[in-house]
T-cell receptor, first 112, second 114 residues
Framework: RKEVEQDPGPFNVPEGATVAFNCTYS??????FFWYRQDCRKEPKLLMS???SGNEDGRFTAQLNRASQYISLLIRDSKLSDSATYLC?????????????FGKGTKLSVIP | EAQVTQNPRYLITVTGKKLTVTCSQN?????MSWYRQDPGLGLRQIYY???????DKGDVPEGYKVSRKEKRNFPLILESPSPNQTSLYFC?????????????FGPGTRLTVT
């Protein structure tokens, strides 16, 4: 089983739509979780950290379900500028560990 | 401006010719890391460093070396590049908040080995 798994998409949605991405992780001891955004041929950029209680930043909401080992990202009122690949990232545990495992990403295209 | 810089941004080289990709950050971050990104495989960690003179292997370290002699610099060395190392490489630095690491990536280096 892959460590971090995402639906690759692509998700093609109209402007204004709500879209949700899910990501599952295999290591139940994982401690921290993130969503990154990557535009074509550019570096990934941190979108949100994901906290156990869930967190929201404007149109973006992230949720963590430790029991089921999945993370979700909800984007409301999609904009053309939201078109990108969204990467789920999980921190592998261990004393002093700095190993981050990336999902392969979910591609989103927002259509006019 | 807070940033991670990488050089060169683009490099075409031949098999076996040693090369170094530099990475520098000006944010005084303790943690630095190198990744490669390939189509269908996503981002994979090559090496990481948790402090000066402290480095460790990531998921795909074979064929690579790193060093961390200064806090701000973390060069990636390919002693004898091979075509399967053709890839897009990203350097990243981060600070730790609790159990979380917020990473900042460099702009990437596109390497082609012929």
């Amino acid at each position: 089983r892959k460590e971090v798994e995402q639906d690759p998409g692509p998700f093609n949605v109209p402007e204004g739509a709500t879209v949700a991405f899910n990501c599952t992780y295999s290591n139940s001891a994982s401690q921290s979780f993130f969503w990154y955004r990557q535009d074509c041929r550019k570096e990934p950029k941190l979108l949100m950290s994901v906290y156990s209680s869930g967190n929201e930043d404007g149109r973006f909401t992230a949720q963590l379900n430790r029991a089921s080992q999945y993370i979700s990202l909800l984007i409301r009122d999609s904009k053309l500028s939201d078109s990108a690949t969204y990467l789920c990232v999980v921190n592998s545990p261990g004393a002093g560990s700095y190993q981050l495992t990336f999902g392969k990403g979910t591609k989103l295209s927002v259509i006019p | 401006e807070a940033q991670v810089t990488q050089n060169p941004r683009y490099l075409i080289t031949v098999t076996g010719k040693k090369l170094t990709v530099t990475c520098s950050q000006n944010m005084n971050h303790e943690y630095m890391s190198w990744y490669r990104q390939d189509p269908g495989l996503g981002l994979r960690q090559i090496y990481y460093s948790m402090n000066v003179e402290v480095t460790d292997k990531g998921d795909v370290p074979e064929g690579y070396k790193v060093s961390r002699k200064e806090k701000r610099n973390f060069p990636l060395i390919l002693e004898s590049p091979s075509p399967n190392q053709t890839s897009l490489y990203f350097c990243a630095s981060s600070f730790k908040t609790g159990v979380s690491y917020e990473q900042y990536f460099g702009p990437g280096t596109r390497l082609t080995v012929t």
